[in-house]
C-alpha cells in the first residue's frame, strides 16, 4: 500500500526559486508538508513562497548560500526538526575541455559538489536528532549514464553527486535516514537550452534526439521526489533514479 502522508513533515528544497525545485517545492508543500524553500535570490524565493501560500500551503522562505558552511549551518539550525530535505542547487558551465576557463570548472564543482555534501553534512545531522529522514539530491543522466561534448565539467560534477549520494547513503541507512539521487535528462527549464537556443529549438532537438520525443516537466521529476521521500519508497537506497525518456537506455 502506498504511503503519501507526509503532512506532519517539515522538508527543505534548496534551488527552490526555479525550475525543478520550485515544482519540487510546491509538491511538498500540496502534499502537506511545512517547506522551507532556500536559495540565492531571495526575489525567486518569494515568489515560490507566494504561489505555496496561495494555493494553501505553508512556507518558510530563506536565503541561503549553498557554498558556505555558516550559512547552510545556520539554515539548517532555523529550521529545527528535518525531515525531507532535497538538494536541488546548481549549475551549468560548458565549454571543451581543452579550452574551459578554469574559474569556471571549480565553481561548477563549488556549487554542484561542495555545495551539495555542506548541505547534506548538515542535514544528516540534523535528521540524526530528528530520529530519521530522507533526502533527494538532484543529479543528472549526464554524468551519471551519458555524457555530451562541451558538457565535461558538468557531467563529471553529477557524477560526483552519485558517488557521493551512495557513500552517504550507506552511512545513513543505520540512522534510519535514506538518501537517493534523481537523475533527470531534458526537463523545460532554462537549463536545458543550449547557447543560442529558444524553447522551440530546444523542442525540436530533443524531440529528434530523445525516444520520447519531448521534454520532461518539472511536475514529472516533482512526483518522483516526492515519491522518494515518502515511506512507499521506504527499501530504496543509494539508488540513481533515472528520469530521461529512455535517453540512456
Known amino acids: 500500500m502506498s504511503n503519501f502522508e507526509l503532512s506532519s513533515k517539515t522538508a527543505l528544497v534548496t534551488g527552490a526559486g526555479s525550475g525543478i525545485g520550485r515544482s519540487i517545492a510546491m509538491t ?3 502534499a502537506g508538508m511545512r517547506t522551507v524553500v532556500a536559495g540565492r ?12 501560500r496561495k494555493a494553501g500551503g505553508d512556507a518558510l522562505c530563506v536565503s541561503v548560500d549553498v557554498t558556505d558552511e555558516a550559512s547552510v549551518g545556520a539554515l539548517v539550525e532555523r529550521i529545527g526538526s528535518l525531515h525531507i530535505a532535497v538538494n536541488a542547487a546548481g549549475i551549468v558551465l560548458g565549454g571543451p575541455v581543452d579550452d574551459m576557463d578554469a574559474e569556471a570548472f571549480a565553481r561548477v564543482f563549488q556549487v554542484n559538489v ?17 530520529g530519521g529522514g530522507a533526502i533527494v539530491n538532484i543529479g543528472s543522466n549526464i554524468g551519471a549514464r551519458i555524457v555530451r561534448p562541451t ?16 557513500t552517504a547513503a550507506l552511512e545513513a541507512i543505520a540512522h534510519s535516514i535514506r538518501i537517493n539521487c534523481l537523475c533527470p535528462g531534458p ?22 534526439t530523445n525516444p520520447s520525443k519531448r521534454v520532461a516537466t518539472t511536475d ?8 522518494l521521500a515518502s ?3 521506504s527499501y530504496v537506497v543509494g539508488q540513481d533514479i533515472v528520469i530521461d525518456g529512455g535517453a540512456s537506455a
Open 114 to 130: 561542495t555545495g551539495l555534501w555542506l548541505s547534506m553534512k548538515h542535514e544528516i545531522r540534523s535528521m540524526k536528532a530528528t
Open 220 to 227: 514529472e521529476i516533482a512526483t518522483a521526489a516526492l515519491w
Open 41 to 52: 535570490r531571495l526575489s525567486e524565493l518569494e515568489d515560490t513562497a507566494r504561489m505555496i
Open 151 to 166: 558538457l565535461g565539467a558538468y557531467a563529471a560534477s553529477k557524477a560526483a553527486v552519485s558517488s557521493l549520494t551512495r
Open 187 to 208: 526537463v523545460d527549464t532554462p537549463l536545458s537550452m543550449r547557447p543560442g537556443e529558444d524553447r522551440a529549438a530546444r523542442d525540436a532537438r530533443v524531440a529528434a
Open 28 to 30: 511538498f508543500a500540496k
Open 231 to 233: 515511506d512507499s519508497a
